[in-house]
């Protein structure tokens, strides 16, 4: 039902556009976020279509680097990276989950329901 694609290998300062594109979510119910996971470490929450402030919502790590969009179907929501440095490699998810758990806690996969498979992305020094 998600499904990530744009991930590649890029230098680093170099620029990525990621999509999820989903299907069968009503978008007036569910929120999309993206999350990363590197070798080793957690899933971290990245970036969510939605926040408490009504704003979306974005790690302090790729706060003024990454930028997500969408429109108003949520579908597809993009996640544009910027200036990518080589702690930015990991896996990248996009999830969906309910827009009041999501607004929440945006950076908590348990606030998530459904799970795209991830798409590498990979930044070179």
């Known amino acids: 039902q998600l499904a990530e694609s744009g991930g590649g290998l890029v230098q680093a300062g170099g620029s990525l556009t990621l999509s999820c594109t989903t299907s069968?979510?009503?978008?007036?119910?569910?929120?999309i976020g993206w999350f990363r996971q590197a070798p080793g470490k957690e899933r971290e929450g990245v970036s969510a279509?939605?926040?408490?402030?009504?704003?979306?919502y974005y790690a302090d790590s790729v706060k003024g680097r990454f930028t997500i969009s969408s429109d108003n179907a949520k579908n597809p929501v993009y996640l544009r990276l910027n200036a990518l440095k080589p702690e930015d490699t990991a896996v990248y998810f996009c999830?969906?989950?309910?827009?009041?758990?999501?607004?929440?806690?945006?950076?908590?996969?348990?606030?998530?329901?459904?799970w795209g498979q991830g798409t590498q992305v990979t930044v070179s020094s």
């Open positions: 999830a969906a989950g309910p827009i009041a758990w999501v607004e929440a806690r945006p950076d908590r996969p348990q606030a998530y329901d459904y």
């Open positions: 069968k979510f009503n978008s007036d119910d569910y929120a």
């Open positions: 279509t939605s926040s408490s402030d009504g704003n979306p």
